[in-house]
């Protein structure tokens, strides 16, 4: 199975939002609602921002939000901080037992 | 708080085997499915293997071909990889990861600081 495709870049100034997209198939994003975001900075383990492709994890602030829409999911970063900029990547359940990543989103913070 | 905490990295030559071993604490380890993801050098995260909470489902990566198996000892809060056949290409910080529902998928939400493997011709 290929890797869910992402923008490779994205950016926003301190406050704005930011939408980042993740695009599969039918046979991954689309048929299953267990896409999750993480976020991941320099030298650091990934962080778990969005699960089940809306829901937020303990202690993540609600300016992070995900969505779907067929085949392709969406995290959107409100009221962009600098802490914000990091890379981040989607990931999604593709059917018998296997787990797709994309292949990651640098977000800046200009 | 739960943890995980892999070790086992190294240097390693083509064709040559590795164990990598991650301890969980702070948390019940075997309710929970764990798995292995991957991040060569500047390149993006890749998942490897997961294992359910008991231990009785096994699940790999279609590009590793047989060459790595996973496993878990529920009494000694341990998961293992065991990686034979080593290429270049498996160079890469290699993560633990926990699920964070019994019943979710690809959702990992801890993380181990990663255990660097390099493979060396």
């Known amino acids: 199975q290929s890797a869910l495709t992402q923008p490779p870049s994205a950016s926003g100034s301190p406050g704005q939002s930011v939408t980042i997209s993740c695009t599969g198939t039918?046979?991954?994003?689309?048929?299953?609602?267990?896409v999750s975001w993480y976020q991941q900075h320099p030298g650091k383990a990934p962080k778990l921002m969005i699960y089940?492709?809306?829901k937020r994890p303990s202690g993540v602030p609600d300016r992070f939000s995900g969505s779907k829409s067929g085949n392709t999911a969406s995290l959107t970063v409100s009221g962009l901080q600098a802490d914000d900029e990091a890379d981040y990547y989607c990931n999604s359940y593709g059917g018998s037992n296997n787990v797709i990543f994309g292949g990651g989103t640098k977000l800046t913070v200009l | 708080e739960a943890q995980l905490l892999e070790s086992g990295g190294g240097l390693v030559q083509v064709g040559g085997s590795l164990r990598l071993s991650c301890t969980a604490s702070g948390y019940t380890f075997s309710n929970y499915a764990v798995n292995w993801v991957r991040q060569a050098p500047g390149k993006g995260l890749e998942w490897v293997s997961g294992i359910t909470g008991s231990g009785g489902g096994t699940y790999y990566a279609d590009s590793l071909k047989g060459r790595f198996t996973i496993s878990r000892d529920n009494s000694k809060n341990t998961l293992y990889l065991q990686m034979n056949s080593l290429r270049a290409e498996d160079t890469a910080v290699y993560y633990c990861?926990?699920?964070?529902?019994?019943?979710?998928?690809?959702?990992?939400?801890?993380w181990g600081q990663g255990t660097m493997v390099t493979v060396s011709s």
């Open positions: 990861a926990k699920e964070i529902l019994s019943t979710s998928k690809g959702s990992f939400d801890v």
């Open positions: 089940e492709v809306s």
């Open positions: 039918s046979g991954d994003v689309g048929s299953y609602n267990y």
